[in-house]
């Protein structure tokens, strides 16, 4: 009997993959980076496609709203994974604890991953409504606030989408953490416990490293999740008071899909690709240890 | 056991370096080879006059060269609209298929991105007869050469004949094509909660600009009625348009065109009164007379706050909206919404808002004498008659939704005439003919035929966001929008 | 457990409670109100007229009130269409996902093979491409090239090819965890690569791959952008494009509560049938733990 070797055996596995990486990246690339080389406009109809070369690549960069739409971009992203990976590994933790009532909890917890991105973008919105949400009402309730008032403001626009983001996306991520914690030997908490260490080193030292790959799966997942964000902007703020949550992702869908600008949209998601990547890059880099095989 | 246990590669710096530039030099090289090969076709050059254009390039799905015509049952006639009451649409399509024995297929598209919808739809070609379009799409459309000229109906003297004279000429292009038939006609403009205008003691002093609205705002807000009088339509949202800036600044008699009416250039800059009336925007934010995340809200979200009975001014809001917040199980403030008159002296406006049409337009298409009978017959039964002669599809709206309509007749029909009266409670006959006054002293700006209308519209909004929120001061506001304005237009000579 | 560390701990699932349930509860609270409750202040937590006229106008059921005036009053046939649309939609391409990204996982998750860390990076950077850009090639394909704008074919398959690479990395962590001793006996007892991962490592890997199966289906479900540009005001019409425009223009606050807290129904109740496989969805790093 003929044997694959090892490799054709694995590359015979992998191939639908590979087709489908040619189908998603070349083609999308392929086409949008030729969108990138010309100024492409249905509305002139006379001169659809003008050649320009790299001049978009360069106009691009020098439109003052890319460097803000830029800086929000990772406002965003930095808060949305942050209060994401905290209350993840908070409420991972808190799951992993006996509890009575545990799997109700477990089963309520992943509900909000559940209901779609742009719902929770209409419900968020909602919630926060200066006439009319429950944020307002809950102040005023308590005697916080004396009236209804803004809540969400040119300030503070990107936070608030970021938190109710954050409210969508962490639910999944206690499901990443969740298993991984319960095969943490309860011997080596015990042991660091008799040698005087305090619960957050014991966290610290025993609980994180024992996350560490799931850890980076997580975060690279998420951090590409929250930079490419759309709908959510698109149902809670439209580009947020006055531009405040204007992100390239909306920025990109504005220009390609509305203005129908396809040259600067495609220029623009090109670097937000870039942005992307060199993000992931990051990560792999700072959180990838290979140990050395232990057997 | 037969894995071979290589050790694995420590991921480092250069092997990622070295895999992400083989990715670059992939799709670079691929990218010059999709700009060869998979180019997608031009769509359609437009000469203004002539026989229907296909683009030679275009591959399409559908049947292209010959046009083989099907019965109506396996080629209905494809009708988008946008989601406002699709079930009145959809009764009157099955009114249509009944007297026309015909097959009707009604497309939902959401409003939010309608138009943008659209517009892919007729670059693409997909399957569409007749589609909702407004304001200044159907210009943009009929300049592309993507929708028909309705003086080809076969009722068309009579259809022209039977519509209000200044829709006709709104409808018509600069070289004579009729693009489309009226749907429904609007022209935004301030309503006033009543209520909160009683307890301040300006029931009877109407404002007569927009100025003096501000001014009305700040004595409620100084009473102490309400903290937010204001409720203003400032959303820069592309699709929705802006309306409020041009139209304050075309009704105004300090005002003006934006353009010059013949030749389209930007006659507008710092010097003229579009730097004051955003000064007055600016002071009226400044001052908290509105909610600071007024740039947000969406039309849904006005009404919501109008109807909360929270603001006294909603400026502005289309007329139809009336029922809505006069229905005492939707509204605080039925029965005390109403109308704001115009004035009559030399600083009054000359009307509120800008004239609009909703209207049907008809794609251009190569369809064959027997397809082409049965969409003009769709086309005449919504905007115009059905078969038996009656103005059934306008007078419905008007009926039901409070929609004006394009046709005299209707208008003044008097069971339509009724129906608006019981929807203004307040002043009722009084606050119908208020609204039959802006309804013919309102006008539409020359502009609106441009191409670049809708791009210019949407940088007037983001302008003025970011003046009125002070992030520009109102020069480089003004500044930034004649710029634009004539980016766009330099693009669209090309 | 002290005391302390007791009432600690169910504070915070008080706590946690709260943070998942308050917004969901509200968004339901609102859905069976009146307009003119929502405007209440300060709000109503239990609505003092409760009403189901909202879910009745969603389904085309008779009601006894008229609403006046504008209001995008949604076809009831299209919605049930609609819902339709996406479970039919979701439901083949997960199962076309999962029987995939097994695969792939498991030869990422278990094999060594030249080129590996590469392929592995290459997952990841699928998802680097911002949606807008993929989705504008593919209006175009579908439009110009292959008839399927508009058809729920379609999007099967621009879901089929975003989904796999994620799902595929997410389970290539999971079958590394997978106790390789009972994989080694199979082999040592004479089954070959391919039957030994039928019969031994499939059942294994059964509750992640189940797992796999839920995310996908929730992917797909929810995906707002490409059902959007790809279907709307077509036959096809998932339900994410269908409430696009609602969200939007005229469709006031209960209404809106009502269509997304049933537009959740399925995915959430899915979740919840799915809920113990995904907590056992531990994930290893692959390549070391060889």
């Not at chain 1, 991953?113 to 009402?137: H, M, Q, R, S, T």
């Not at chain 2, 009114?95 to 026309?100: K, L, N, P, T, V």
């Not at chain 2, 929270?310 to 005492?328: G, K, R």
């Amino acid at each position: 009997m003929k044997a694959l070797s090892d490799d054709q055996f694995a590359y015979l596995l992998i191939l639908p993959l590979i087709i489908i990486s040619l189908a998603m990246i070349v083609y999308p690339l392929a086409f949008s980076f030729w969108l990138t080389l010309n100024d492409v406009n249905f509305g002139r109809p006379s001169n659809v496609y003008i050649f320009t070369g790299f001049e978009q690549w360069v106009k691009v960069l020098y439109d003052p709203q890319f460097l803000s739409s830029f800086l929000i971009t990772i406002r965003f992203a930095f808060i949305a994974v942050v209060v994401s990976l905290l209350l993840s590994l908070g409420i991972a933790l808190l799951l992993n604890e006996p509890l009575k009532g545990r799997g109700l909890l477990r089963a309520l917890v992943i509900v909000p991953w559940a209901i779609p991105e742009y719902a929770v973008g209409v419900l968020w919105k909602y919630l926060y409504d200066a006439d009319i949400g429950l944020f307002n009402g809950i102040l005023y309730v308590f005697h916080i606030i004396p009236g209804y008032t803004t809540l969400m403001l040119e300030s503070n626009a990107v936070e608030l989408v970021a938190i109710a983001y954050s409210w969508h996306m962490a639910s999944l991520g206690v499901f990443f953490f969740l298993p991984g914690l319960s095969f943490i030997s309860q011997e080596e908490y015990r042991a660091a416990r008799i040698d005087g260490a305090g619960s957050f080193r014991r966290f610290w030292h025993i609980t994180l490293p024992h996350l560490r790959y799931p850890l980076l799966v997580w975060l690279v997942f998420l951090t590409m999740e929250s930079v490419r964000a759309l709908d959510i902007i698109l149902t809670m703020t439209g580009g947020g008071p006055n531009l405040a949550t204007n992100t390239l992702s909306f920025i990109g869908y504005k220009q390609t899909f509305q203005l129908l600008n396809l040259s600067p949209g495609a220029t623009l998601s090109y670097y937000l690709m870039f942005l992307t990547i060199a993000l992931a890059m990051v990560y792999f880099y700072v959180l990838y240890r290979p140990k050395k095989k232990a057997d | 056991m037969s894995e071979v246990k290589k050790e694995p590669e420590k991921i480092n710096r250069r092997s990622y370096l070295k895999y992400v530039g083989a990715g670059v030099v992939v799709v670079a090289v691929a990218g010059a080879g999709a700009y060869y090969a998979t180019m997608p076709a031009a769509p359609p050059t437009t000469p203004t006059t002539q026989t229907v254009t296909q683009a030679a390039t275009v591959t399409q799905a559908s049947p292209t060269a010959t046009v083989t015509e099907l019965p109506p049952s396996q080629d209905p006639i494809h009708m988008n609209i946008w989601a406002f009451r699709p079930d009145i649409v959809d009764a009157n399509s099955k009114i249509f298929a009944q007297q026309y024995n015909d097959n009707v297929k009604i497309e939902l598209v959401a409003a939010g991105d309608y138009n943008s919808v659209v517009e892919e739809k007729l670059i693409t070609k997909v399957p569409m007869d007749v589609f909702y379009s407004g304001g200044q799409y159907y210009f943009r459309a009929g300049r592309a050469g993507w929708i028909e000229d309705l003086n080809t109906l076969p009722d068309a003297d009579a259809i022209k004949k039977d519509m209000y004279p200044n829709f006709l000429d709104w409808l018509t292009s600069s070289d004579g094509r009729l693009l489309g038939l009226v749907y429904f006609f609007e022209v935004k403009c301030p309503l006033a909660n009543m209520d909160i205008l009683e307890k301040a003691g300006l029931a009877d002093t109407p404002p007569t600009n927009y100025e003096e609205i501000f001014d009305q705002c700040r004595e409620i807000k100084k009473k102490g009625i309400v903290q937010y009088p204001l409720l203003a339509d400032w959303n820069p949202v592309w699709n929705d348009g802006p309306y409020e800036l041009y139209s304050e600044y075309m009704n105004s008699p300090k005002g003006g065109e934006l353009f010059d009416p013949k030749t389209f250039e930007p006659i507008f800059d710092t010097n003229t009164y579009l730097a004051d009336l955003l000064a007055s925007w600016k002071a009226a934010y400044d001052d908290n007379l509105c909610t600071k995340d007024i740039f947000t809200l969406s039309w849904g979200d006005r009404q919501a706050r109008f109807s909360s009975g929270q603001h006294a001014f909603l400026v502005c809001d289309e007329p139809y909206d009336m029922p809505t917040y006069n229905d005492p199980t939707r509204s605080k403030i039925a029965g005390k919404a109403s109308l704001v008159p115009l004035g009559t002296g030399p600083d009054a406006c000359t009307s509120w808002g800008t004239g609009l049409i909703g209207s049907y337009c008809m794609t251009k298409k190569d369809r064959g004498p027997e397809k082409t009978k049965r969409v003009n017959e769709f086309m005449e039964f919504f905007g115009w008659k059905d078969k038996d002669g009656n103005y059934r599809v306008a007078k419905e709206w008007a009926l039901q939704t409070n929609l004006q309509s394009g046709i005299p007749a209707v208008a003044e029909d008097p069971d339509v005439v009724k129906s608006f009266i019981s929807n203004l409670p307040y002043r009722k006959d009084k606050d119908y003919a208020i609204l039959l006054d802006i309804t013919s002293k309102c006008k539409q700006p020359k502009w609106f035929t441009q191409y670049w209308a809708i791009e210019f519209i949407y940088s007037l909004g983001t302008w003025s966001t970011k003046a009125v929120s002070g992030t520009v001061s109102i020069k480089d506001a003004i500044t930034g929008m004649r710029t634009d304005a004539e980016n766009l237009i330099k693009q669209y000579q090309q | 457990m002290t005391i302390v560390g007791r009432i600690v701990r169910y504070l915070c699932a008080v706590l946690l409670i709260i943070w998942i349930g308050l917004p969901i509860y509200w968004m339901f609270n609102m859905s069976i109100m009146l307009e003119i409750e929502t405007y209440s202040v300060p709000p109503h937590f239990i609505p003092q007229n409760p009403v189901d006229f909202w879910y009745r106008i969603m389904f085309g059921l008779p009601v006894t009130h008229q609403l006046a005036g504008a209001v995008g009053v949604m076809n009831a046939a299209l919605f049930t269409h609609g819902i339709y649309n996406s479970i039919f939609v979701a439901l083949p391409t997960s199962l076309a996902v999962i029987a995939v990204s097994s695969l792939v996982a498991y030869a990422f998750g278990r094999l060594n093979f030249r080129h590996k860390n590469a392929l592995l990076f290459s997952l990841l950077t699928s998802r680097t491409l911002p949606p807008i850009s993929i989705v504008i090639p593919y209006f175009i394909f579908f439009t110009v090239y292959v008839p399927l704008y508009g058809t729920t074919y379609g999007l099967m398959i621009m879901y089929f090819i975003t989904i796999v690479p994620m799902v595929s990395w997410i389970l290539t962590g999971y079958f590394a965890s997978l106790p390789i001793e009972i994989e080694r006996a199979s082999r040592i007892d004479g089954c070959t690569r391919t039957s030994s991962f039928r019969r031994v490592i499939l059942p294994m890997a059964a509750p992640g791959v189940a797992a796999g199966f839920l995310i996908s289906f929730i992917m797909c479900y929810n995906e707002y952008l490409f059902a959007m540009i790809l279907t709307m005001g077509s036959e096809g019409a998932t339900l994410p494009a269908l409430l696009a425009g609602l969200f939007s223009h005229g469709t006031v606050m209960p209404l809106m509560s009502a269509l997304v807290i049933v537009a959740m129904i399925p995915p959430v109740v899915l979740a919840l049938i799915f809920q113990r496989y995904i907590t056992q969805l531990r994930i290893v790093d692959p390549v070391t733990t060889l």
